[in-house]
């Protein structure tokens, strides 16, 4: 079992929740960013949008790994960062580009 952080576009958030389930289901302890079932980010306030960056974050440093939803090859900034602290940490990085899952 790996703790393992889904990482990606909140436009990518069927898709996490997929990867959440099957990974779940694959037994490992999954972190997913928080509001998958909200309609959309712009719902949170500015303030509850940084203390969720940072919850995620540490999340990250939890984690074994990080799962990068990254379709068509897109990785915005916040899932940059993600990628740079999860290196920083030496984490395994596992992008869903390169996997069939």
């Known amino acids: 079992m790996?703790?393992?952080t889904i990482c990606g576009s909140y436009k990518f958030k069927k898709q996490m929740t997929e990867i959440c389930e099957k990974?779940?289901?694959e037994g490992n302890c999954v972190f997913a960013p928080n509001g998958l079932a909200r309609?959309?980010?712009e719902s949170y306030t500015q303030e509850e949008m940084?203390?969720?960056a940072q919850m995620h974050k540490e999340k990250i440093k939890l984690s074994d790994a990080?799962?990068?939803v990254d379709?068509?090859?897109y990785i915005g900034n916040s899932t940059k960062s993600?990628?740079?602290l999860a290196q920083a940490l030496d984490k395994e990085i596992i992008y869903?580009?390169?996997i069939s899952v």
């Open 39 to 41: 309609a959309d980010k």
């Open 71 to 73: 379709i068509d090859g």
């Open 82 to 84: 993600e990628i740079e």
């Open 50 to 52: 940084l203390m969720l």
């Open 23 to 25: 990974l779940t289901l």
């Open 96 to 98: 869903y580009s390169k």
């Open 66 to 68: 990080v799962f990068i």
């Open 2 to 4: 790996k703790i393992i």
